[in-house]
């Protein structure tokens, strides 16, 4: 019996634990899908024709995502997030999310549900390759942001808001985009899915969230 309880006791820890927190979208990604992106990924590494075949596959496929997300993934409109030069593992998790409903947008969820496992690899692959134009931002409120972002943001997403390891990359981002995005883990009101967001947000003031968003959007500069 004893046994019992401590082996449910782990299990708990197991599933709601810190361990749900770990972030690292590698972690959270189906290993069918994940296989296919190492796969794919490693193979137009060792060969550059393969990784222009799929870059030219992944433009041709998202056409119709550039009318909102901006030419190549370089969001021209203020609350659409730029997908250009952002971590492949972050974004194949994000389709999935899509794909199985969890996080919601009505658009995203009705286009990712089509995707077959190869789309979803190629896009991923094709929108980190491209590189970003950064979005336009107020000098001064960026430079207001820069202690708030290093107090709470950096840790994660880098003092370059570069991410990476399955952490998103923010620089760059449209600053309405981020504004909302962080608005929206501050009220709990998302659909996106649990993680230290949710606590961080907390401490920031809808000044620090203006201010911060700015910032993050110079992080883009000429990169
Ligand atoms: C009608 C506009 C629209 C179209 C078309 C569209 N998207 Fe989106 N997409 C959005 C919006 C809006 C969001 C932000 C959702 C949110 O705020 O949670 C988004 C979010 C995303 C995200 C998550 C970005 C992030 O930083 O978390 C990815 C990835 C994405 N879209 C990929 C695509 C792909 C691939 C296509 C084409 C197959 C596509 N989108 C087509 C509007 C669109
Ligand atoms: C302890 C780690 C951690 C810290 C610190 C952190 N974040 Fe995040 N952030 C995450 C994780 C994890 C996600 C993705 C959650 C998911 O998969 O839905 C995320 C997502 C985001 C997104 C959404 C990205 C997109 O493209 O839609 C934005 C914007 C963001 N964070 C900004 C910030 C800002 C600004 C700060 C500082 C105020 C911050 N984060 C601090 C872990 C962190």
Avoid at 21 to 39: G, M, T
Avoid at 43 to 61: K, S, V, W
Avoid at 171 to 188: D, F, I, T, W
Wanted: glycine share 8%.
């Amino acid at each position: 019996m004893r046994l019992i309880i401590q082996a449910t006791v782990v299990a708990v820890l197991l599933v709601y634990g810190p361990h749900v927190w770990s972030q690292h979208a590698e972690e959270r990604i189906p290993a069918e899908l994940l296989e296919a992106f190492h796969d794919l990924e490693a193979q137009a590494t060792e060969n550059p024709e393969r990784m222009d075949h799929l870059i030219a596959e992944g433009r041709d496929r998202a056409r119709f995502c550039n009318t909102c997300h901006g030419p190549d993934g370089s969001a021209d409109r203020p609350n659409y997030p730029s997908l250009a030069g952002q971590d492949p593992l972050y974004l194949l998790d994000q389709f999935q999310q899509f794909a199985s409903g969890e996080r919601e947008k009505e658009w995203m969820n009705v286009l990712a549900e089509q995707f077959t496992t190869e789309e979803m690899v190629t896009l991923s692959i094709y929108y980190s390759q491209m590189s970003l134009v950064g979005a336009d931002f107020d000098p001064e409120l960026a430079e207001q942001g820069s202690m708030p972002y290093a107090r709470y943001c950096t840790q994660c997403h880098g003092s370059d808001g570069l991410g990476g390891e399955g952490y998103a990359r923010i620089a760059g981002q449209q600053p309405v985009y981020l504004k909302n995005v962080l608005r929206e883990y501050r009220s709990g009101e998302t659909s996106r899915r649990p993680s230290e967001m949710h606590g961080i947000v907390r401490a920031l003031s809808d000044r620090d969230i203006e201010s911060v968003a700015h910032h993050v959007a110079s992080l883009g500069k000429n990169r």
